[in-house]
């Protein structure tokens, strides 16, 4: 799966995959984002040899992944594919927000050399640690002949950045692609493809703002049994802009937490409607009073109403 030998990059955030713990045992009690990205690819004898570059762009636990940090991260992706000899980038990540920086950087970017963000579910320090055969697997997808877009590699299967979701909380094959399934399995280092890479058009750099103030702010809301409006009080109340309500089976939300909504919504604020459900798309059968998000999941809504927010701010 090689692709003319060329130069990969590798960007540090953090994670899991760069944790460290006090015992080889520890797969829980763990520091998160402790090693450089440098040290990890070090730590992976079979890369040693092969063209690849390695910039820090970050060191944190993904739990607390900001505005900064993406667009930083973005920038920095965008920088190095402009490189005619680069072939692919590589991002170590934790796998706690992985599903929301790989759908942000696959909608701002969509870009048309391989983006592979790869995490770990075990510190480098475990007996059994999965990072090293993850980033070996990574750099291989980076260096595949025709590769492209934004995925995501970890125990031995690539997930597009449009479908990937974490789906459990610590079995090392931890990530899922819902209906649509795995893109490809990576076998022996080779690539077994089961469908096309990520595409779709750019929201591009440009329109994304330097300070993270300026970000649209934009929550979710939980529909569940006795939900209230309260909530949609107290985040209005706060100045926001947009909400995401993650709605109940296929995207019904409680006829209280719907009221605000609505409310909220005829004041101005941008609302979008999901489902909290693992899999499957909210089908209306007739228009919504609130718009639906279709087969994205909540955390997928919020990145693209933000979007669209921005890009109404600019227009
Ligand atoms: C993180 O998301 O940074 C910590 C958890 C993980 O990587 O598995």
Same mark, same amino acid.
């Given at each position: 799966?090689?692709?003319?030998?060329?130069?990969?990059?590798?960007? +540090?955030?953090?994670?899991?995959?760069?944790?460290?713990?006090?015992?080889?045992?520890?797969?829980?009690?763990?520091?998160?984002?402790?090693?450089?990205?440098?040290?990890?690819?070090?730590?992976?004898?079979?890369?040693?040899?092969?063209?690849?570059?390695?910039?820090?762009?970050?060191?944190?636990?993904?739990?607390?992944?900001?505005?900064?940090?993406?667009?930083?991260?973005? %920038?920095?992706?965008?920088?190095?594919?402009?490189?005619?000899?680069?072939?692919?980038?590589?991002?170590?990540? +934790?796998?706690?927000?992985? %599903?929301?920086?790989?759908?942000?950087?696959?909608?701002?970017?969509?870009?048309?050399?391989?983006?592979?963000?790869?995490?770990?579910?075990?510190?480098?320090?475990?007996?059994?640690?999965?990072?090293? @055969?993850?980033?070996?697997?990574?750099?291989?997808?980076?260096?595949?002949?025709?590769?492209?877009?934004?995925?995501?590699?970890?125990?031995?299967?690539?997930?597009?950045?449009?479908?990937?979701?974490?789906?459990?909380?610590?079995?090392?094959?931890?990530?899922?692609?819902?209906?649509?399934?795995?893109?490809?399995?990576?076998?022996?280092?080779?690539?077994?493809?089961?469908?096309?890479?990520?595409?779709?058009?750019?929201?591009?750099?440009?329109?994304?703002?330097?300070?993270?103030?300026?970000?649209?702010?934009? %929550?979710?809301?939980?529909?569940?049994?006795?939900?209230?409006?309260?909530?949609?009080?107290?985040?209005?109340?706060?100045?926001?802009?947009?909400?995401?309500?993650? +709605?109940?089976?296929?995207?019904?939300?409680?006829?209280?937490? %719907?009221?605000?909504?609505? @409310?909220?919504?005829?004041?101005?604020?941008?609302?979008?409607?999901?489902?909290?459900?693992?899999?499957?798309?909210?089908?209306?059968?007739?228009?919504?009073?609130?718009?639906?998000?279709?087969?994205?999941?909540?955390? @997928?809504?919020?990145?693209?109403?933000?979007?669209?927010?921005?890009?109404?701010?600019?227009?």
């Amino acid at each position: 799966m090689q692709n003319n030998a060329s130069l990969v990059v590798v960007l +540090g955030t953090g994670g899991t995959i760069a944790g460290t713990a006090v015992h080889a045992t520890d797969h829980v009690g763990y520091s998160a984002a402790q090693l450089g990205a440098a040290q990890l690819v070090a730590a992976v004898p079979a890369l040693a040899g092969l063209p690849i570059e390695v910039q820090q762009i970050a060191q944190v636990d993904s739990k607390d992944m900001d505005f900064s940090i993406w667009r930083a991260l973005a %920038e920095a992706v965008d920088q190095h594919l402009a490189r005619p000899q680069v072939c692919g980038v590589v991002i170590t990540h +934790g796998t706690d927000t992985l %599903e929301e920086t790989a759908y942000f950087l696959q909608r701002v970017l969509a870009p048309s050399k391989p983006v592979v963000l790869v995490a770990a579910m075990r510190p480098a320090t475990a007996l059994q640690a999965d990072g090293p @055969q993850n980033l070996l697997d990574a750099v291989g997808v980076a260096r595949s002949v025709g590769a492209r877009g934004v995925v995501a590699v970890l125990a031995g299967r690539v997930h597009s950045a449009l479908d990937l979701r974490k789906v459990h909380t610590y079995r090392l094959d931890a990530f899922d692609s819902g209906d649509a399934g795995t893109l490809a399995q990576i076998e022996q280092g080779r690539l077994r493809q089961h469908r096309a890479w990520p595409g779709g058009e750019a929201f591009g750099l440009v329109r994304l703002p330097r300070d993270a103030a300026q970000w649209p702010q934009v %929550e979710i809301a939980t529909s569940h049994a006795g939900s209230g409006g309260a909530i949609v009080a107290a985040l209005c109340a706060s100045g926001v802009q947009g909400i995401v309500v993650a +709605g109940t089976g296929n995207g019904s939300v409680h006829r209280a937490l %719907e009221g605000a909504l609505l @409310q909220a919504q005829a004041a101005g604020v941008a609302v979008l409607r999901s489902s909290r459900c693992l899999g499957g798309s909210v089908i209306d059968a007739t228009p919504p009073a609130l718009p639906s998000a279709g087969a994205l999941t909540p955390v @997928q809504a919020r990145i693209e109403l933000m979007l669209q927010l921005l890009a109404h701010r600019v227009a």
